[in-house]
């Protein structure tokens, strides 16, 4: 009788395990956690930073400048192809998430760092190059900001905070 209950029990204990592995895993292919909202790192098991230094991506604005409740195009353009992303604006001065995102492109959706739409993140782990995302200001100033994205290649490489250029505030001294 002891050893029926025994094996029960590890029974249960394997398939509860093997459960919380498969839903771990099936929620980063549908996007960042919310543990990756401060330093933008994927949580994934066993996952490997790579260099900082990336150069197959980059972010890009259509402007140096914005003002206080502007909305502003960002593009990410990569030359090799990508599985996930996490994307954020932040103030220079503070490294705070900043502003929200108004325009998100297919395959992302939305993320609530800070405030309601402040962070986009991929939603489904299909291969991506180039996105298009429109970014809306604060309405009030927060000083020069700069774009910084987490890519994930693969399920075991990635890359966090490559940073755009800084974006300066208008009128700001």
Request: with cysteine; hydrophobic share 40%.
């Amino acid at each position: 009788m002891e050893n029926s209950r025994r094996a029960h029990l590890a029974a249960a204990g394997w398939a509860c395990t093997t459960l919380c592995l498969v839903s771990c895993v099936a929620a980063f292919s549908h996007g960042a956690s919310l543990l990756a909202c401060i330093d933008m790192t994927p949580r994934h098991l066993r996952a490997q930073l790579h260099s900082p230094s990336n150069n197959y991506v980059t972010v890009h604005t259509n402007t140096s400048f914005y003002s206080p409740g502007n909305k502003v195009p960002v593009t990410v353009r990569s030359t090799r192809d990508f599985m996930g992303f996490m994307l954020q604006a932040r103030k220079v001065s503070n490294d705070d998430i900043a502003g929200t995102f108004v325009f998100i492109p297919p395959g992302s959706k939305l993320l609530t760092c800070s405030e309601d739409g402040d962070t986009v993140t991929h939603s489904d782990k299909s291969l991506k190059r180039n996105l298009s995302f429109v970014w809306k200001a604060p309405d009030q100033p927060i000083g020069d900001i700069k774009f910084f994205i987490s890519i994930v290649q693969s399920y075991f490489v990635y890359w966090t905070k490559i940073e755009s250029a800084v974006m300066a505030q208008r009128g700001q001294n």
